[in-house]
């Protein structure tokens, strides 16, 4: 089992950019896959990025593509995503989540509370 606590959300202007910070509790963190998931009012929620157990493999959901970045540390139980240009469309809950398996449209196994990531026009 593994606990995620994120941080690094905020209010950004459009074109800025946000760090995302989620920290691991447990010794199995470099067992799991990792991914980032947000949801926006009224939306479903959807998985934006996902790294592999080594860090070797990334992937990204279209809309997420170019612009953000994951990334991890398994030294440091640590991973994060860089968002840049971002957007208003970007506004949302963004919550960190370890998977057993890998892929964008897997599930999440175990899940951080969330923070919010507001972005201005």
């Known amino acids: 089992q593994v606990q995620l606590v994120e941080s690094g959300g905020g209010l950004v202007q459009a074109g800025g950019s946000l760090r995302l910070s989620c920290a691991a509790s447990?010794?199995?963190?470099?067992?799991?896959?990792m991914g980032w998931f947000r949801q926006a009012p009224d939306k479903e929620r959807e998985c934006v990025a996902v790294?592999?157990?080594?860090?070797?493999?990334?992937d990204y959901a279209d809309s997420v593509k170019g612009r953000f970045t994951i990334s991890r540390d398994n030294a440091r139980n640590m991973v994060y995503l860089q968002m840049n240009s971002l957007s208003p469309e970007d506004t949302a809950i963004y919550y960190c989540?370890?998977?057993?398996?890998?892929?964008?449209?897997?599930?999440?196994?175990?899940w951080g509370q969330g923070t919010q990531v507001t972005v201005s026009s």
């Open positions: 447990g010794r199995t963190f470099s067992l799991y896959n």
């Open positions: 989540a370890a998977k057993n398996y890998y892929g964008l449209p897997t599930a999440g196994d175990y």
């Open positions: 790294i592999n157990r080594s860090g070797s493999s990334t």
